[in-house]
């Protein structure tokens, strides 16, 4: 059995190699000879699966290791009887962690408490859930949008994007792509939504570029209402708008979920599932995969505060390390995806032990996500 993988998947030569023959390939374009003899494809978001890709191919199972699957054609794919698994929330937490880096960023330069501000979050699924988590164990106030879930019936506080728009001082979105139906999301940011926000407001997009009309958010941001935005994501990519990013505050190259964490845990999904696929079910324990990260313990003392906080999530992950690179080499063709390929390894907040002498830091930091411990 001929299996191919995306070459940036890691571990994934070293897992599917127990199930048939790995070939490692560039997921950008895919070479397309290399699926004459494929019987499962392994690919990420940058890898459109569809008709054209797949007609005529032996393939019967496509994984993908992401959270967001706009880049596949599932129903084509059904209809084809060929075998299909995402990965759901594999690097939810990475993303959470990408907002938060940035937001205390913005609160140091601006001189603001995270804690003083409302933020809005749109899409409550697997992100938008942990980050809501990790805010109110802040003392964060939250605004929840997710239409979806309201019309679902679920448990929780729903409202309006409208109420977000008018009321939140933040609004980030974590929405998958549906370009049309009841729930579309292509352009839910766009030039009357901006005309709309306040003065003053932040705006973060690590979903999909094409949820905001990046021209539209050009124009606002060249115009004379304060707004702030950070991006991880455009439309389109790889080939971002250069004005944009430099109006943008924090810029990064889709990269919002690329934890080891996350990457690991996408690869391991999908392996999962296609073991199951084809009748040799096998479980993967992140932990028999990941190295030891570079810091593995501090001592913290006294109460948490937020300049604390944002020095402490330093060690572990800032966003600016991935904003400096981009503004470096944007523009320049291949560049882009190189910053991913080549993506220096970065750690989940998990994977520092955080040794506290007061009870409450302890406990707060275990909330958003530490592994901390009372001394
Ligand atoms: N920048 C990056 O590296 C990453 C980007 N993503 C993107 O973020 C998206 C969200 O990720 P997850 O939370 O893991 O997905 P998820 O599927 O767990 O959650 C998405 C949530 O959005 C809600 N939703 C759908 N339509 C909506 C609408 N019109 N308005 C408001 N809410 C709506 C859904 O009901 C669901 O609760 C993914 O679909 C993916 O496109 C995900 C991971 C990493
Ligand atoms: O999981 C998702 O959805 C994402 O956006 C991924 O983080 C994107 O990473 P690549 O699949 O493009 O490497």
Same mark, same amino acid.
């Given at each position: ?215 539209? $958010?050009?124009? /606002? @941001? #060249?115009?004379? &209402?304060? !707004?702030?935005?950070?991006?991880? +994501?455009?439309?389109?990519?790889? *080939? ?59 001592? $913290?003392?006294? /109460? @948490? #505060?937020?300049? &604390?906080? !944002?020095?402490?999530?330093?060690? +572990?992950?800032?966003?600016?390390? *991935? ?53």
């Amino acid at each position: 059995m001929k299996i191919l993988v995306d070459e940036n998947m890691p571990y994934a030569v070293e897992l599917f190699s127990r199930l048939g023959n790995v070939q490692a390939v560039p997921g950008r374009p895919i070479p397309q000879d290399a699926l004459n003899d494929a019987d499962a494809l392994m690919v990420r978001s940058v890898t459109k699966v569809n008709e054209s890709l797949l007609a005529g191919k032996p393939v019967k199972f496509v994984g993908t290791a992401t959270a967001g699957t706009d880049h596949v054609d599932d129903a084509w794919l059904a209809s084809a009887g060929i075998g299909f698994s995402a990965a759901p929330g594999c690097n939810a937490i990475a993303v959470v962690e990408y907002v938060f880096s940035s937001l205390l960023i913005l609160a140091q330069r601006d001189g603001f408490q995270l804690r003083d501000k409302t933020v809005g979050i749109i899409g409550v699924g697997n992100v938008g859930s942990r980050l809501n988590a990790r805010l109110e164990a802040l003392g964060v106030r939250t605004l929840l949008c997710d239409p979806p879930r309201a019309d679902r019936g679920d448990a929780g506080e729903f409202w309006p994007l409208d109420k977000l728009v008018a009321e939140a001082d933040i609004l980030t979105f974590h929405t998958p792509l549906n370009m049309s139906g009841p729930y579309a999301t292509h352009h839910l940011v766009d030039a009357d939504l901006l005309a709309r926000l306040p003065a003053d407001r932040i705006l973060i997009n690590a979903c999909r570029g094409e949820v905001v009309d990046n021209a539209a $958010l050009l124009d /606002a @941001l #060249s115009g004379n &209402k304060k !707004l702030t935005a950070v991006l991880d +994501v455009w439309e389109p990519e790889p *080939d971002l708008s250069l004005a944009l990013l430099e109006k943008v505050a924090i810029g990064t190259a889709h990269i919002a979920g690329y934890s080891l964490e996350g990457k690991a845990r996408g690869t391991t999904q999908v392996f999962e599932a296609f073991s199951q696929f084809i009748g040799q079910p096998q479980t993967v324990p992140l932990d028999s995969l990941l190295p030891a990260p570079e810091f593995a313990e501090v001592t $913290l003392s006294g /109460a @948490l #505060s937020e300049a &604390k906080l !944002l020095r402490l999530i330093h060690l +572990v992950y800032d966003v600016r390390r *991935d904003d400096r690179p981009l503004r470096r080499v944007a523009g320049k063709p291949g560049e882009f995806d190189k910053l991913r390929k080549f993506y220096e390894e970065r750690r989940e907040w998990s994977s520092l032990r955080v040794i506290c002498d007061d009870a409450t830091t302890a406990d707060v930091l275990k909330k958003l996500g530490f592994n901390s411990q009372l001394k």
